[in-house]
């Protein structure tokens, strides 16, 4: 096993689940959860596979995928904002709408053949660092680099700018942000929109980037819920949710690679000679989100802080309360 | 405190008129039944609008005579009644775990494990061959029931005690589930390198009424199973539980608001992960009947997404057991009619639509909307 | 004072919620420099008609002039361009953010960047201009309520409010936090702003106003009136529409044995932070021990360790000898402790349940509602029917949901449900709370009646009134301790106490328990 592939290939699969879960991060700060993230990520990846097949320019299929997911976040916005509906049911429908018009919609891509790709490409400068250099910088696509520079600039948006402090207080206290002339409904909108938009651009980099190709539902395989999951463990901070993303990615990759040697550290590599314990590999992602999120649950149980107040409360002018 | 807003006059005013919403007092008693029709009816229309742009030339003639295929025959209607079984009692564990807002959308997950359990007692083998139908069935079906509500108590537990989202805790157990099913399917009970088990002796098997065809020649090519009855029963034991027993309410209690129910001395940590189990058991139970009535084997493909669809059947029956065993029937006939079609998501995406059709419209049972021409100021 | 100019006029404001008329041509108007006291009992209408002032709430029918030009707020912020700000009853402050964000919200400056050194700065300066001492980067979480109050006050001030209108602002200060306000408030005017004072408490309204205005049932009660030409009863009368009653008649009545012992309690609040630090009272049968202070001292969950609904860290309760906190709610139930919630919504009723399934929350488990595994429905719906006549439950049926009940009927239900159960020792947290007088006077008498059949009864209230003419005893509690028990009614001394004075004079100290 090489660390260096594992590690350049698990930064590339984990920058998919840092673009879901800034999207969901910022949603939720503004008090929309939106459980929809693995619907809006398939429908994006679909749609952004077959415009580029259709078109043979991957950056149309980049906006297509982003513009498709986030027109299906703003179904879930109106039904959760105006209609004030159960946001975790409307998520849920979201999925199902989503996955549905994804598989409809993208029937017969799977055989559609070859396409043109994101470009990969090697920073000069920073590639030459040692070790470091061949992991992040070499030959990684362009939406590698986009992911480094997405956290911190999420980051500093959420903390330190006008529209990031508005957008805290919505998810907070929406009615005091209302009082002060904050258009709630419209900021709540806004980053329900970029969230779905954020998710669709995660389904495109999977399909046009990370592992490109149509699958039906496995395009995914429910990476949009670890990122759901990654979000309550980054405790709604984009650089938490980074290194969440990461390491995860990485270890998605470790597990695919497991299976090669004959031989792990001084022993038989079990999974090698009996090829059927793969299938407990497989499980790891999944048994691994829920240890995360008991961990996540756990920390802020104690700290009963980073939860956004109002998250998943509709917002009425007139009520009192959060 | 009471609450008037308007969703467009405020920021429009140039609008002749203006939309007003208001809480609703009493909700008229054929309101509810009007609004799921119409969410049902609503979703097909969009569904074969979409069936249409994804180059189906006529959704609504395909519509009716799938229609008429599945409720024109007895064959047919007994092919519906046969995918309404596992969805009965998919969507009576989602209606017992909304009721305490327990979001289990892990049903599909402990149905397959409830499926692995009962063949368990086949496979392993627990039984031998030889026992007698009367012995084996009962031990499968407590072996799907305690494999489905072991997969109900992770998660139960951990939102119990730990406050971990169930929504996704049972969702991972999903996928958890297939790959644990997937391991024994493809290496431990595969025969001859298929990724299937051998098929379950005959005393495994629930009785079809195609077995007694040669007695009453009508049954001939009938698939109707005794699994059947399960949903029913089922059904009527869970309505006892939710509407007339005392952990029923306490279940509604910490639904509607769980500050209340710890205020009225309930134990909600032991609600919770009592019913979670219950929940997984019932979805389990569904999967037993898949095995022991319909495929008689081991195999991945057993589920078209019960899991999920019972989170829809039980919207819309507005978790009421009894209307859970109505629903499921029609969307047993609308996985077939997904079949029949021949596109793998329009289903799913109809049963989407469904849902949405279903939240949305609460907001109608919650409040009046009034439609009003603005006075001249 | 200047020649008077209106600076707000408001006529024939009229609004109406689904089933209220809460406004009914109201007619205000308020002069540049003063203090206008609008009075009125809750649900009066007077926080309706300031939040229409605020832009908060469009008027169905009327018009406002500020400084004589016609005005139509669409939002709260147009209404602050005009220079009418509003400090609301519940606090509109973002608790994770600090006091200059807070302050900064929903302005268009600064544009992007937020820069708060700079603007810490800015916002000293103007704290000092009004005298309002509040630490610019404290987050308001860490804020007590006081200086919440005067993030407030700092936050209108800062978008150059002319008129402010302040609701029910003293009703979470101390006696002395209460001066303070009042001089913050008379250094404004002294700059020539204006000011509303909401209120129903008509010694403070005496105490500070210019003029006042009477609202009654969404009506103003004849023109405004000058402060020094009238009285408190005259004001009284105006409010209630008929002579009012300032004591409630109780007997003399020596207390039995002792029933609730609260021995040496501490516990956390919910910040996992310590609320109470040691808190001892013994409460006998036949008595009403009154729980005095301002809220957010530890009331709450003093409240909730005895009712088994928080742990406490040191200490225990007992309930006739028998121990309740740290056990199940259940075992606290099951020893007969009733327990009227502050928060009637959210943790005495269940919204959408019926009024039978609210009524039976605590008798379910117990014969005859109780038989075997289940429910006994229809012995259930004859309870409910019997108790919705006893307490006089306005609603349309047993069926119908807790939600659609007015706040006073809410109340009839938890009381209902928790005096019919014949508590030995009740827990009644601010049990009168934003109800009319005609229901304030039921709870009341309900309460006495039960001190008769025996009941050890801890109310904690936050009306001084309401615990002088019920209460037996009155304990002060500050910062999660027991200050002081005063037992001869001495307003002074309880004033003295909320504010943190510990007591020492002779006549006062524990009662011996015997």
Redesign the interface.
């Known amino acids: 096993m090489n660390w260096t592939i594992i590690l350049h290939a698990g930064i590339a699969s984990g920058t998919v689940l840092l673009f879901a879960t800034v999207g969901e991060v910022l949603a939720e700060r503004a008090g929309i959860l939106n459980l929809g993230l693995e619907g809006m990520m398939l429908i994006g990846a679909m749609s952004a596979y077959s415009m580029a097949i259709n078109y043979g320019n991957p950056w149309l299929g980049l906006v297509a995928g982003m513009a498709a997911a986030g027109l299906l976040s703003l179904v879930h916005g109106f039904v959760s904002i105006h209609l004030r509906a159960d946001q975790v049911v409307s998520g849920l429908s979201l999925t199902f709408l989503g996955t549905g018009l994804s598989l409809v919609f993208g029937e017969g891509l799977s055989k559609a053949g070859a396409v043109a790709l994101l470009p990969k490409f090697t920073l000069p400068v920073l590639s030459s660092i040692p070790f470091l250099g061949d992991i992040f910088f070499t030959n990684q696509s362009v939406m590698v680099y986009v992911g480094f520079l997405l956290a911190p600039a999420a980051w500093y948006y959420i903390n330190r700018t006008r529209p990031g402090m508005h957008m805290r207080a919505v998810g907070e206290y929406p009615a005091a942000a209302d009082s002060m002339g904050i258009n709630v409904y419209g900021v709540r909108y806004l980053y329900t929109c970029i969230g779905g938009m954020l998710a669709g651009l995660a389904g495109a980099t999977i399909s046009l980037a990370v592992s490109p190709g149509w699958f039906s539902h496995m395009t995914t395989s429910g990476q949009g819920w670890i990122a759901v999951g990654l979000t309550i463990f980054a405790q709604w901070d984009p650089l938490r949710a980074a290194a969440g993303s990461y390491a995860f990615g990485a270890l998605r990759r470790l597990i695919l690679d497991l299976q090669g040697p004959t031989k792990l550290l001084l022993w038989d590599n079990p999974f090698y000679y009996n090829p059927y314990w793969g299938f407990f590999l497989k499980m790891i992602p999944y048994a691994f989100t829920i240890a995360v999120l008991v961990i996540g649950s756990r920390e802020a149980m104690r700290k009963r802080l980073g939860t956004p107040a109002a998250l998943g409360v509709p917002y009425t002018r007139g009520q009192r309360g959060v | ?5 308007r ?1 467009d006059a ?1 920021r429009r005013p140039a609008l002749p008129f203006k939309i007003q919403v ?2 609703r ?2 909700v008229p008693r054929w309101l509810p039944i009007t609004v799921s029709v119409a969410a049902v009816l609503i979703a097909l229309v969009l569904g074969a609008f ?2 249409r ?2 180059g189906e030339p006529h959704p609504f003639k395909a519509f009716a005579a799938i229609a008429k295929e599945l409720f024109g025959s007895w064959g047919g209607i007994t092919d519906v009644l046969v995918q309404a079984t596992p969805l009965i009692l998919v969507g009576l564990a989602c209606s017992v775990a909304f009721s305490m807002k327990l ?1 289990n ?1 892990g049903a599909e997950g402990q149905f397959f494990i409830g499926a692995f359990a009962a063949s368990a007692i086949v496979l392993t083998p627990v039984l031998s061959a030889e026992t007698p139908g009367w012995i084996f069935i009962p031990v499968m079906m407590i072996a799907g029931v305690v494999g489905g509500a072991l997969w109900g108590f992770v998660p139960g537990y ?1 939102k119990a005690k ?4 169930e ?3 049972t ?3 999903n ?2 589930a297939i ?2 099913n ?2 024994f399917i ?3 009970w595969s025969e001859g390198g298929f990724q299937m088990s051998p098929r379950f002796p005959r005393t495994a098997w629930l009785p079809r009424l195609a077995d007694y065809a040669r007695e009453i020649p009508e049954f001939s090519g009938l698939t109707l199973h005794l699994g059947l009855l399960f949903g029913p029963m089922a059904a009527v034991i869970v309505w ?1 539980i939710l509407y ?4 029923g ?1 306490e279940i ?2 910490a639904g ?2 769980p ?9 909600i940590t032991r609600n919770m992960i009592l019913v979670m189990m219950l929940s997984g058991a019932l979805a389990g139970l569904a999967g037993m009947a898949q095995i022991g009535g319909v495929v008689r084997r081991m195999q991945g493909s057993i589920s078209s997404g019960y899991g ?1 669809t019972g ?2 059947i039980a ?1 819309l029956a507005k978790l009421n057991p009894l209307i859970v065993v109505v629903v499921s029937i029609l969307f047993g006939a609308l996985i077939l009619a997904g079949r029949e079609i021949g ?11 469904i ?2 059709a279903l ?2 419209s ?2 109608l049972l919650r409040n009046r909307v009034r439609i009003t021409r603005v006075r001249e100021a | 004072m200047p020649e008077a100019v209106s600076a707000v006029e408001m006529r024939g404001i009229v609004k109406r919620f689904p089933g209220v008329l809460a406004n009914d041509r109201v007619d205000f108007d308020l002069r540049q420099g003063e203090i206008h006291a609008l009075l009125g009992e809750n649900g009066a209408g007077k926080s309706t008609l300031m939040n229409v002032l605020a832009g908060l709430y469009r008027p169905e029918d009327g018009a406002i002039w500020v400084h004589g030009a016609p005005v139509n707020f669409r939002s709260p912020r147009d209404a602050i361009v005009h220079g009418i700000g509003m400090v609301h009853q519940h606090f509109m402050l973002v608790p994770s953010l600090t006091v200059t964000e807070n302050i900064l919200l929903g302005l268009h400056e600064p544009r992007f960047l937020m820069q708060l050194p700079a603007y810490h700065k800015r916002i000293a300066a103007l704290e000092e201009r009004f005298g309002l001492g509040v630490a610019p980067e404290a987050k308001i979480w860490q804020l007590s309520v006081g200086e919440q109050q005067r993030v407030e006050v700092l936050k209108m001030l800062y978008r150059g409010a002319e008129v402010l209108v302040m609701d029910e602002p003293t009703a979470v200060l101390a006696p002395q936090e209460v001066d303070e306000l009042f001089a913050t408030l008379r250094s404004m005017t002294a700059e020539g702003k204006s000011i509303v004072l909401i209120s129903h408490k008509l010694n403070e309204v005496m105490a500070i106003s210019d003029r006042i205005t009477v609202l009654r049932k969404g009506r103003t009660a004849g023109p405004p009136l000058d402060t020094g030409s009238t009285s408190r009863e005259a004001l009284a009368e105006l409010m209630v529409g008929r002579k009012v009653l300032f004591e409630i008649s109780k007997d003399i009545q020596a207390p039995g044995d002792l029933v609730m012992s609260i021995e040496n309690v501490s516990a956390e609040n919910d910040q996992g932070l310590p609320a109470l630090g040691g808190v001892s009272l013994q409460i006998r049968s036949g008595e009403i021990l009154g729980l005095a202070g301002v809220a957010g001292n530890g009331q709450s969950e003093l409240a909730e360790v005895i009712t088994g609904l928080r742990p406490c860290t040191a200490g225990q309760v007992t309930i006739n000898g028998k121990q309740v906190s740290n056990l199940p709610a259940r075992v606290a139930i099951d020893a007969n402790v009733a327990h009227i919630p502050m928060d009637r919504t959210g943790v005495g009723s269940s919204p959408n349940l019926s009024i039978t399934d609210n009524l039976i929350m605590k008798a379910y488990r117990q014969r005859p509602i109780s038989k075997g595994w289940s429910i006994d429905g229809r012995f259930a719906r004859r309870h409910a029917t019997k108790l919705k006549d006893e307490y006089e439950i306005i609603a349309p049926s047993i069926d119908t949901q807790s939600r659609l009940l007015s706040g006073g009927n809410l109340q009839r239900v938890i009381l209902a449900r928790e005096m019919s159960g014949k508590p030995q020792a009740i827990v009644a947290v601010q049990p009168t709370r934003g109800l009319d007088v005609g229901a304030i006077e039921g709870v009341q008498r309900l309460l006495l009646e039960q001190r008769r059949a025996g009941a050890a009864v801890l109310l904690i209230s936050e009306e001084l009134e309401e615990l002088l003419s019920l209460a037996d005893r009155i304990a002060v509690i500050y910062e999660g301790e027991i200050l002081g028990i005063v037992e001869d009614q001495d307003q002074e001394a309880v004033g003295l106490m909320m504010a943190g004075h510990r007591e020492i004079p002779a006549k006062e100290g524990e009662r011996k328990s015997g």
Request: avoid cysteine.
């Open positions: 405190m009471a609450t008037t807003e969703i405020r208001e809480p007092m009493e979409a069936l742009l994804a979001w959308i951990l730990f406050n971990v989202n929504v996704i805790t969702l991972m157990m996928y958890i790959e644990w997937n391991y493809f290496g431990v006892w007339r027993s005392k952990w309410y509604r209690l509607d608001n500050r209340a129910a710890r205020y009225a001395g309930t134990n999920f989170i829809i919207w596109r793998s998501g329009i289903s799913m995406l109809i049963q989407g639509i849902l949405f939240i949305a609460e907001f």
